[in-house]
């Protein structure tokens, strides 16, 4: 029987230098949610608060609360702790149960010899991570890391210390769920299923491994999809081996591949001679469910490839990194969870890496990939620096992976293991070589103890030891032309037309930053007036040289703002256009290209950063522009070519129509291509000089339809185009929800859009960026739970476009 223990927490703190005591505490739940709660802090995702709440991250902490015990007779009693973040030290009525120092694992411990009858009295007392961290780092030595914090010396996530988008708020507390699980007999310690395809049969090989009680003769049953197996285990045996296999299972398929049919497994394990009832309620009795689908992953290395193949069809990856998306992730529920990978679904996605600076998620977000055909790159949380090799690490690595793989493995959506983020790279191309003097840097965990755990544990997934990663450990990580490759000289240091010289075979990370939606930053932003200047805008931009970037990049493609409106929609502009450009130009590659996983899906808190969605869950422009790109069916102009893209199940057939057109929508040349593209395939369609150049590059563009579908492109950087002052007429109607508003171009009208949070933070558009030919119309439909007045909904600077009049 498991019992919950999150009730009548009380927080303290054990420092002489900080006067806190009693403060009602939230389990699961962490230090700094609790002073919030209690008043005793302000919100650190507002202003610059975070700046006054490092001393919390420095503090040692007690969390204690009291339960009444009764001997039901329970042959074992064990606390089970889901998360402790991170050094930990637990006692049960005075006695010290165990210490722990990793944030990313789970803990049995047993206890029955330790509770007493009535009143029992539970203290888990954290430790600074400061100290911990800067200890074990005096300890082993210094490594090299991307950022001036000890993350790399303390099992806990990486971006508590803060990042290049995400604050500094060290947190300690019981993250995940704890409680009392008492038990007779045997349970079952841990359950592992091996889900494979023969051809059209699916096996699920399952493997329980059992606790023993006691040493009688025991029984272990599965059950998957009407097939059972039984296995019995003889007194002093802790391991049944189950198969069943089940004719013609339907397949589990990645988003825009088929469906995503689960099916649920039962295990069971229960004495010799008791039968197989309902788990837990009979005396001996333990029971697993969880769900499985069918299919089969692998990785296709062929030449420098990395594809993945789903069910033995090649899978082009339209993805986001996904970080933690809170600081404190216990406030991460179910619900916005479901919220979030929706917008990844809603962006046409089909897979969402969990990068290695934050966590193994919890159980919710890998059930709702399953269900939603999200597949999952989950990273090993290793990212951006050299990691010690010595204990306690190697231990607690082990643990941790131990842990997660078997808990995730059942998991459809989870296709592969990643060793970490860019420490390979940094191994060889930042320097640490010359800085670590031999010292040790992970690659023992990459190359050696992780894959060994996979190959053991799960084998029917792809382990990768990291990325970027070029397929084997002499060769240039970062290399274009092998394995998967990071982009980040763009952003940094290149215009975004530099992703044209690129021809990854997998783009598994590259971004550009735009700030997030103004509702949010004015959320954040409260005691001064938002100016792109302004200490507090400037405090929600972690980046380098953040804001200078955003600036620089706008190079010639977009006019100077004049002001904070024009800064916030041309920034935000400008980070949709550049990923537009990288997004179509590599999946214009395929199929020598056969993914694209951007920086990032999501924020932890209101920051200028290279999300798709903000801190407060609102879609970006970005948003909207990745799902343009991100379609099943999509045309690009590259180079002197329209190239169609395919990535829907059937053939794409048709007429191709592109004109050159005068920007007032006179056609100056046109012509019309027979086409037929093949399922999940791309062809180019090469133009005559008559469509592909233009007699006045600031006065033409050349249009590009099929099917319903359409693009534009222009002959010149929008500073040297000559617009014309955008003219249209626009009309409102009260709508259930909401506000329906059309608008008819009778000019050229570029990248139109709406931004009704500057009305109502609770509304939002359907539709964002468009580029209207004269004549044309659009209709957006703005949903909001109150009215928006018209007058200002059709204005600026909720109405923006390029080529608006100007004062």
């Not at 303290?12 to 009693?22: E, H, N, Y």
């Not at 030595?141 to 996530?157: H, L």
């Not at 990068?355 to 990273?379: H, I, K, P, T």
């Not at 185009?721 to 929800?737: H, I, K, S």
């Amino acid at each position: 029987m498991y019992r919950p223990l999150h009730d009548g927490w009380i927080l303290t703190a054990v420092s002489d230098d900080v006067d806190i005591a009693g403060v009602p505490a939230t389990v699961p739940g962490c230090v700094h949610t609790d002073l919030l709660a209690a008043g005793l802090i302000d919100d650190p995702y507002l202003d610059d608060n975070e700046n006054r709440l490092t001393w919390i991250g420095r503090a040692t902490w007690a969390y204690e609360t009291t339960f009444t015990w009764a001997d039901d007779g329970a042959e074992r009693a064990d606390l089970v702790c889901d998360g402790l973040d991170t050094v930990a030290a637990v006692l049960l009525n005075g006695t010290e149960v165990a210490a722990t120092a990793n944030m990313h694992r789970s803990y049995r411990f047993p206890v029955r010899e330790l509770l007493r009858e009535g009143e029992n009295t539970l203290r888990v007392v954290f430790g600074s991570p400061y100290d911990y961290a800067e200890r074990r780092r005096a300890e082993v030595g210094d490594r090299p890391g991307a950022y001036d914090e000890p993350y790399q010396f303390i099992r806990k996530m990486a971006c508590n210390f803060g990042w290049d988008w995400g604050p500094t708020l060290v947190t300690s507390g019981i993250w995940r769920p704890v409680g009392l699980h008492a038990w007779s007999g045997a349970r079952l310690a841990s359950v592992r299923p091996l889900v494979t395809m023969e051809g059209p049969g699916g096996r699920v090989e399952v493997r329980a491994a059992v606790e023993r009680a006691t040493d009688a003769p025991l029984v272990v049953t599965a059950e998957v999809a009407g097939v059972r197996a039984e296995a019995r285990l003889a007194p002093g045996e802790h391991e049944a081996v189950l198969v069943l296999a089940v004719p013609e299972p339907d397949m589990w398929w990645p988003r825009g591949h088929g469906d995503q049919p689960l099916y649920p497994l039962t295990v069971r394990v229960a004495p010799e001679g008791t039968g197989q009832g309902a788990g837990e309620a009979l005396p001996g009795h333990d029971e697993w469910t969880g769900t499985v689908g069918f299919r089969s992953v692998r990785l296709d290395l062929t030449d420098g490839a990395f594809t993945i193949v789903v069910n033995d069809v090649p899978v082009f990856v339209r993805g986001a990194n996904w970080i933690p998306d809170d600081c404190f992730p216990a406030r991460v529920t179910r619900e916005r969870l479901e919220e979030r990978l929706g917008q990844a679904c809603g962006a046409n996605m089909n897979l969402v890496r969990v990068w290695g600076g934050g966590l193994y998620e919890s159980d919710d977000f890998y059930d709702l990939c399953d269900r939603l055909g999200l597949m999952v790159w989950q990273d090993f949380p290793f990212a951006c620096a050299a990691y010690p090799e010595e204990e306690p690490f190697a231990s607690e690595v082990e643990a941790e992976a131990r842990d997660n793989v078997v808990r995730l493995m059942p998991h459809p959506s989870l296709v592969l293991w990643n060793g970490n983020n860019e420490n390979i790279e940094g191994y060889h191309d930042w320097g640490w070589r010359e800085k670590l003097g031999g010292r040790t840097w992970g690659a023992g965990f990459y190359f050696d103890l992780l894959p060994r755990v996979v190959a053991e544990l799960d084998p029917t997934r792809p382990y990768w030891p990291g990325s970027p990663y070029s397929g084997a450990p002499d060769l240039p990580p970062n290399d274009p032309a092998r394995g998967t490759v990071h982009i980040w000289d763009v952003w940094n240091r290149e215009d975004y037309l530099r992703y044209g010289a690129y021809h990854p075979r997998f783009a598994a990370e590259f971004g550009f930053q735009g700030p997030p939606a103004y509702a949010t930053l004015r959320r954040a932003v409260r005691d001064e007036p938002l100016t792109p200047g302004s200490p507090g805008v400037a405090h929600h931009q972690k980046a380098l040289d953040g804001m200078e970037k955003l600036l620089r990049g706008l190079g010639d493609h977009l006019p100077r703002p004049s002001g904070m409106d024009d800064w916030h929609y041309l920034t935000q502009l400008n980070q949709a256009r550049a990923l537009t450009f990288a997004l179509e130009r590599f999946r214009a590659q395929a199929p020598r290209c056969m993914g694209t996983v951007l920086w990032q899906l999501n924020d932890c808190w209101p920051v200028i950063s290279w999300s798709a969605v903000d801190g407060d869950g609102r879609r970006k422009p970005l948003w909207y522009a990745v799902r343009r790109a991100y379609a099943d069916r999509l045309i690009t102009f590259q180079g002197d070519a329209v190239v169609l893209v395919n990535d829907g199940g059937s053939e794409w057939a048709g007429e191709l129509a592109v004109a050159r057109l005068a920007l007032s929508g006179e056609p100056l040349a046109e012509e019309t291509f027979p086409v037929a593209v093949p399922a999940r395939g791309a062809v180019p369609v090469p133009l005559p000089a008559a469509l592909a150049a233009a007699g006045d590059p600031a006065k033409e563009l050349v249009t590009a339809a099929l099917g319903g579908l359409s693009a534009v492109r222009f002959f010149a950087e929008d500073t040297e185009v000559a617009f014309p002052e955008a003219q249209m007429d626009v009309a409102t109607e009260p709508v259930p929800g909401g506000t329906r508003v059309t608008v008819t171009a009778r000019t050229l009208v570029r990248d139109l859009a709406l931004f009704p949070d500057r009305l109502d933070p609770r509304a939002e558009v359907d539709d964002m960026l468009v580029t209207l030919p004269p004549g044309a119309t659009a209709t957006f439909h703005v949903t909001s739970p109150a009215p928006l007045d018209p007058a200002a909904l059709t204005s600026h600077p909720v109405l923006r476009c390029v080529n608006e009049a100007r004062g």
